[in-house]
Nanobody, 127 residues
């Protein structure tokens, strides 16, 4: 069982920055992939960014490339998402997720085991 707890959301003006954190506890796969999804009411959850446990592979949705940076501290079992130059369209509930593998093509997908999800943290960007 893996428990994921997000923090760092909040309200900012357009152009501002926020740093999301996701702390993992419990048994974790020896090799894994984890990342961030976001969702707004009435829309499908979309993958934002992901990183492999070795940091050799990263994924960014086109909408956040150059503005968001994903990173991790393996010792602390914590995942981060640095969000700069925020736009109103970044407003969403952001969720941390983890699974054995992930892949990015037209969209980010997690697979290979059970996908674990955090409870989400709200990000609101005002114009």
């Amino acid at each position: 069982q893996v428990n994921l707890v997000e923090s760092g959301g909040g309200s900012v003006q357009a152009g501002g920055s926020l740093r999301l954190s996701c702390a993992a506890s419990g048994y974790f796969y020896s090799s894994y992939c984890w990342g961030w999804f976001r969702q707004t009411p009435g829309k499908e959850r979309e993958g934002v960014a992901a990183i492999s446990s070795t940091s050799r592979w990263t994924y960014y949705d086109d909408s956040v490339k150059g503005r968001f940076t994903i990173s991790q501290d393996n010792n602390k079992k914590t995942l981060y998402l640095q969000m700069n130059s925020l736009k109103p369209e970044d407003t969403a509930m952001y969720y941390c997720a983890a699974d054995r593998f992930c892949a990015g093509g037209t969209k980010l997908v997690f697979y290979g085991g059970r996908t674990y999800w955090g409870q989400g943290t709200q990000v609101t960007v005002s114009s």
